[in-house]
């Protein structure tokens, strides 16, 4: 069975640091394409990262680069979001995905994990 699953949310202050966790199942993590979302209620979906399968490269959305950094441990199968210096508008459901294709601003989402929840107030 193919699965993601997000861990590490929880409540942490203003200025704060937070790592996320998306650990696969059922496939090797480092040969798809995946992408890190998150939601705030009301909110539109936000797209933050993007990491090709093979070239590993990452793509970072221009509002949190600098702030956010994406680690893996493929011993692990897990890829990670670091996010640094949080903000109260961080807030949001963090989803990691595995994209239909590599990334471009036409990829698409074929796998969703169940999200975890960040929490940024004092």
């Known amino acids: 069975q193919v699965q993601l699953v997000e861990s590490g949310g929880g409540l942490v202050q203003p200025g704060g640091s937070l790592r996320l966790s998306c650990t696969a199942s059922?496939?090797?993590?480092?040969?798809?394409?995946i992408g890190w979302f998150r939601q705030a209620p009301g909110k539109e979906r936000e797209g933050l990262a993007c990491?090709?399968?093979?070239?590993?490269?990452?793509y970072l959305t221009d509002f949190v680069k600098g702030r956010f950094i994406i680690p893996r441990d493929n011993a692990k199968n897990t890829i990670y979001l670091q996010m640094n210096s949080l903000r109260p508008e961080d807030t949001a459901l963090y989803y990691c995905?595995?994209?239909?294709?590599?990334?471009?601003?036409?990829?698409?989402?074929?796998?969703w994990g169940q999200g975890t929840q960040v929490t940024v107030s004092s």
């Open positions: 059922g496939f090797t993590l480092d040969l798809y394409t």
């Open positions: 990491i090709n399968a093979s070239e590993s490269r990452t």
């Open positions: 995905t595995v994209m239909q294709r590599l990334c471009s601003s036409v990829a698409k989402v074929a796998a």
